[in-house]
T-cell receptor, first 113, second 112 residues
Framework: DTGVSQDPRHKITKRGQNVTFRCDPISEHNRLYWYRQTLGQGPEFLTYFQNEAQLEKSRLLSDRFSAERPKGSFSTLEIQRTEQGDSAMYLC???????????FGPGTRLTVL | GESVGLHLPTLSVQEGDNSIINCAYSNSASDYFIWYKQESGKGPQFIID?????DKRQGQRVTVLLNKTVKHLSLQIAATQPGDSAVYFCAENPFTGNQFYFGTGTSLTVIP
Protein backbone atom coordinates (compact mmCIF):
# COMPACT_ATOMS: atom_id res chain seq x y z
CA ASP A 1 0.00 0.00 0.00
CA THR A 2 1.59 3.25 -1.19
CA GLY A 3 -0.80 5.56 0.64
CA VAL A 4 -2.57 6.65 -2.56
CA SER A 5 -6.14 5.39 -2.77
CA GLN A 6 -8.55 5.30 -5.69
CA ASP A 7 -12.26 4.70 -5.82
CA PRO A 8 -13.93 2.75 -7.28
CA ARG A 9 -11.51 -0.07 -8.09
CA HIS A 10 -13.71 -1.32 -10.89
CA LYS A 11 -16.39 0.38 -12.97
CA ILE A 12 -18.52 -1.14 -15.69
CA THR A 13 -20.64 1.25 -17.68
CA LYS A 14 -22.58 1.42 -20.89
CA ARG A 15 -21.39 3.47 -23.82
CA GLY A 16 -22.61 7.04 -23.61
CA GLN A 17 -22.78 7.17 -19.82
CA ASN A 18 -20.70 9.51 -17.67
CA VAL A 19 -18.31 8.17 -15.04
CA THR A 20 -16.32 9.82 -12.27
CA PHE A 21 -13.29 8.46 -10.46
CA ARG A 22 -11.70 9.70 -7.27
CA CYS A 23 -8.09 9.76 -6.12
CA ASP A 24 -6.82 10.53 -2.63
CA PRO A 25 -3.07 11.21 -2.74
CA ILE A 26 -0.57 11.04 0.09
CA SER A 27 -1.60 13.98 2.25
CA GLU A 28 1.55 16.09 2.12
CA HIS A 29 2.05 15.62 -1.64
CA ASN A 30 1.52 18.75 -3.71
CA ARG A 31 1.58 17.07 -7.09
CA LEU A 32 -1.09 14.73 -8.36
CA TYR A 33 -1.03 12.91 -11.71
CA TRP A 34 -3.52 10.95 -13.75
CA TYR A 35 -2.38 8.22 -16.15
CA ARG A 36 -4.20 5.78 -18.37
CA GLN A 37 -2.94 2.26 -18.95
CA THR A 38 -4.18 -0.21 -21.53
CA LEU A 39 -3.40 -3.90 -21.59
CA GLY A 40 0.22 -4.63 -22.30
CA GLN A 41 1.30 -1.00 -22.26
CA GLY A 42 2.97 1.30 -19.80
CA PRO A 43 0.99 4.12 -18.18
CA GLU A 44 0.36 7.15 -20.40
CA PHE A 45 0.25 10.61 -18.87
CA LEU A 46 -3.10 12.41 -18.95
CA THR A 47 -2.79 15.45 -16.68
CA TYR A 48 -1.26 16.76 -13.49
CA PHE A 49 -1.99 19.22 -10.69
CA GLN A 50 0.24 21.35 -8.53
CA ASN A 51 -1.98 21.87 -5.50
CA GLU A 52 -5.37 22.86 -6.98
CA ALA A 53 -3.98 24.17 -10.28
CA GLN A 54 -4.14 21.93 -13.33
CA LEU A 55 -0.84 22.74 -15.03
CA GLU A 56 -0.54 20.33 -17.91
CA LYS A 57 -2.84 18.21 -20.04
CA SER A 58 -1.89 15.61 -22.59
CA ARG A 59 -3.30 15.61 -26.09
CA LEU A 60 -4.73 12.24 -25.07
CA LEU A 61 -7.15 14.10 -22.84
CA SER A 62 -10.07 14.83 -25.15
CA ASP A 63 -12.71 17.38 -24.23
CA ARG A 64 -14.86 14.52 -22.88
CA PHE A 65 -12.36 14.22 -20.03
CA SER A 66 -12.17 16.68 -17.17
CA ALA A 67 -10.18 16.59 -13.97
CA GLU A 68 -10.41 18.67 -10.84
CA ARG A 69 -8.59 19.05 -7.57
CA PRO A 70 -10.73 21.66 -5.86
CA LYS A 71 -9.00 21.96 -2.51
CA GLY A 72 -5.58 20.72 -3.48
CA SER A 73 -6.18 17.38 -1.82
CA PHE A 74 -8.29 14.70 -3.54
CA SER A 75 -8.90 14.77 -7.28
CA THR A 76 -11.67 13.58 -9.55
CA LEU A 77 -11.49 12.48 -13.17
CA GLU A 78 -14.74 12.56 -15.12
CA ILE A 79 -15.33 11.01 -18.51
CA GLN A 80 -18.46 12.13 -20.31
CA ARG A 81 -20.24 10.15 -23.02
CA THR A 82 -17.95 7.16 -22.56
CA GLU A 83 -16.78 5.20 -25.58
CA GLN A 84 -15.51 1.64 -25.79
CA GLY A 85 -12.04 3.00 -26.46
CA ASP A 86 -12.06 4.55 -22.98
CA SER A 87 -11.83 1.08 -21.45
CA ALA A 88 -8.55 1.06 -19.55
CA MET A 89 -6.98 1.24 -16.12
CA TYR A 90 -6.92 4.81 -14.80
CA LEU A 91 -4.04 5.38 -12.43
CA CYS A 92 -3.45 8.21 -10.04
CA UNK A 93 -0.03 9.08 -8.64
CA UNK A 94 1.27 11.73 -6.28
CA UNK A 95 4.66 13.17 -5.50
CA UNK A 96 6.12 15.70 -3.12
CA UNK A 97 8.00 17.65 -5.75
CA UNK A 98 8.67 17.49 -9.46
CA UNK A 99 11.41 15.25 -10.82
CA UNK A 100 10.94 12.86 -7.96
CA UNK A 101 9.36 9.53 -7.20
CA UNK A 102 5.67 9.21 -7.97
CA UNK A 103 3.61 6.93 -5.75
CA PHE A 104 0.82 5.16 -7.60
CA GLY A 105 -2.59 4.14 -6.42
CA PRO A 106 -4.13 0.74 -7.25
CA GLY A 107 -6.04 2.16 -10.21
CA THR A 108 -9.64 2.15 -11.37
CA ARG A 109 -10.40 -0.36 -14.09
CA LEU A 110 -13.03 0.99 -16.45
CA THR A 111 -14.95 -1.27 -18.81
CA VAL A 112 -17.26 0.37 -21.32
CA LEU A 113 -19.79 -2.01 -22.86
CA GLY B 1 -15.39 -9.25 -31.19
CA GLU B 2 -11.84 -8.25 -31.48
CA SER B 3 -9.28 -9.79 -29.15
CA VAL B 4 -6.33 -7.85 -27.82
CA GLY B 5 -3.22 -9.80 -26.99
CA LEU B 6 -0.34 -9.05 -24.73
CA HIS B 7 2.83 -8.40 -26.69
CA LEU B 8 5.17 -7.68 -23.82
CA PRO B 9 8.74 -8.87 -23.98
CA THR B 10 8.96 -11.82 -21.62
CA LEU B 11 11.69 -13.26 -19.47
CA SER B 12 11.54 -16.59 -17.66
CA VAL B 13 14.12 -17.46 -15.03
CA GLN B 14 14.64 -20.22 -12.52
CA GLU B 15 14.16 -19.36 -8.89
CA GLY B 16 17.50 -18.39 -7.40
CA ASP B 17 19.02 -17.23 -10.68
CA ASN B 18 19.80 -13.61 -11.45
CA SER B 19 17.55 -11.64 -13.79
CA ILE B 20 18.48 -8.79 -16.09
CA ILE B 21 15.77 -6.61 -17.59
CA ASN B 22 16.71 -4.04 -20.21
CA CYS B 23 15.18 -0.78 -21.29
CA ALA B 24 16.03 1.70 -24.03
CA TYR B 25 14.90 5.22 -23.28
CA SER B 26 14.20 7.86 -25.84
CA ASN B 27 15.01 11.32 -24.52
CA SER B 28 18.64 12.31 -24.09
CA ALA B 29 17.43 15.16 -21.84
CA SER B 30 16.00 12.71 -19.31
CA ASP B 31 17.86 12.98 -16.06
CA TYR B 32 15.88 10.83 -13.66
CA PHE B 33 14.83 7.22 -14.09
CA ILE B 34 12.76 4.79 -12.08
CA TRP B 35 12.12 1.10 -12.32
CA TYR B 36 8.60 0.12 -11.36
CA LYS B 37 7.17 -3.33 -10.68
CA GLN B 38 3.53 -3.96 -11.49
CA GLU B 39 1.66 -7.03 -10.35
CA SER B 40 -1.58 -8.05 -11.94
CA GLY B 41 -4.47 -5.77 -10.93
CA LYS B 42 -2.25 -3.35 -9.01
CA GLY B 43 -0.64 0.00 -9.64
CA PRO B 44 3.09 0.33 -10.37
CA GLN B 45 5.32 -0.02 -7.32
CA PHE B 46 8.65 1.79 -6.97
CA ILE B 47 11.72 -0.47 -6.99
CA ILE B 48 14.75 1.73 -7.47
CA ASP B 49 15.70 5.04 -9.05
CA UNK B 50 18.81 6.62 -10.51
CA UNK B 51 19.76 10.12 -11.59
CA UNK B 52 21.81 10.90 -14.66
CA UNK B 53 24.90 11.88 -12.67
CA UNK B 54 25.29 8.22 -11.67
CA ASP B 55 25.85 5.08 -13.72
CA LYS B 56 25.04 2.50 -11.07
CA ARG B 57 22.88 2.28 -7.99
CA GLN B 58 22.27 -0.67 -5.71
CA GLY B 59 19.34 -1.54 -3.53
CA GLN B 60 18.29 -4.65 -1.73
CA ARG B 61 18.77 -7.47 -4.28
CA VAL B 62 18.41 -4.96 -7.14
CA THR B 63 20.92 -2.94 -9.13
CA VAL B 64 20.18 -0.36 -11.79
CA LEU B 65 22.76 0.47 -14.46
CA LEU B 66 22.54 3.57 -16.62
CA ASN B 67 24.43 4.01 -19.89
CA LYS B 68 23.72 7.53 -21.12
CA THR B 69 25.86 7.10 -24.23
CA VAL B 70 23.47 4.57 -25.72
CA LYS B 71 20.41 5.61 -23.69
CA HIS B 72 20.10 2.26 -22.01
CA LEU B 73 18.91 1.26 -18.57
CA SER B 74 19.01 -2.16 -16.98
CA LEU B 75 17.61 -3.71 -13.84
CA GLN B 76 19.41 -6.62 -12.27
CA ILE B 77 17.59 -8.75 -9.69
CA ALA B 78 19.75 -11.08 -7.65
CA ALA B 79 18.52 -14.48 -6.48
CA THR B 80 15.16 -14.07 -8.17
CA GLN B 81 12.18 -15.26 -6.14
CA PRO B 82 8.64 -16.27 -7.18
CA GLY B 83 7.35 -13.02 -5.66
CA ASP B 84 9.41 -11.13 -8.24
CA SER B 85 7.08 -12.35 -11.00
CA ALA B 86 5.48 -9.21 -12.42
CA VAL B 87 5.73 -6.71 -15.26
CA TYR B 88 8.66 -4.32 -14.92
CA PHE B 89 8.61 -0.83 -16.41
CA CYS B 90 11.35 1.71 -16.76
CA ALA B 91 10.22 5.33 -16.59
CA GLU B 92 12.16 8.42 -17.63
CA ASN B 93 11.67 12.00 -16.49
CA PRO B 94 13.14 14.88 -18.50
CA PHE B 95 14.81 17.54 -16.41
CA THR B 96 12.19 20.12 -17.25
CA GLY B 97 9.33 17.68 -17.34
CA ASN B 98 6.51 17.06 -14.95
CA GLN B 99 5.59 13.59 -16.06
CA PHE B 100 7.21 10.23 -16.48
CA TYR B 101 7.38 8.45 -19.81
CA PHE B 102 7.01 4.72 -19.43
CA GLY B 103 8.43 1.98 -21.61
CA THR B 104 6.36 -0.98 -22.77
CA GLY B 105 7.43 -3.22 -19.93
CA THR B 106 8.89 -6.69 -19.56
CA SER B 107 7.00 -9.58 -18.07
CA LEU B 108 9.15 -11.60 -15.67
CA THR B 109 8.13 -15.12 -14.74
CA VAL B 110 10.05 -16.95 -12.04
CA ILE B 111 9.91 -20.73 -12.29
CA PRO B 112 10.01 -22.45 -8.88
Amino acid sequence: DTGVSQDPRHKITKRGQNVTFRCDPISEHNRLYWYRQTLGQGPEFLTYFQNEAQLEKSRLLSDRFSAERPKGSFSTLEIQRTEQGDSAMYLCASSLVANNEQFFGPGTRLTVL
Amino acid sequence: GESVGLHLPTLSVQEGDNSIINCAYSNSASDYFIWYKQESGKGPQFIIDIRSNMDKRQGQRVTVLLNKTVKHLSLQIAATQPGDSAVYFCAENPFTGNQFYFGTGTSLTVIP
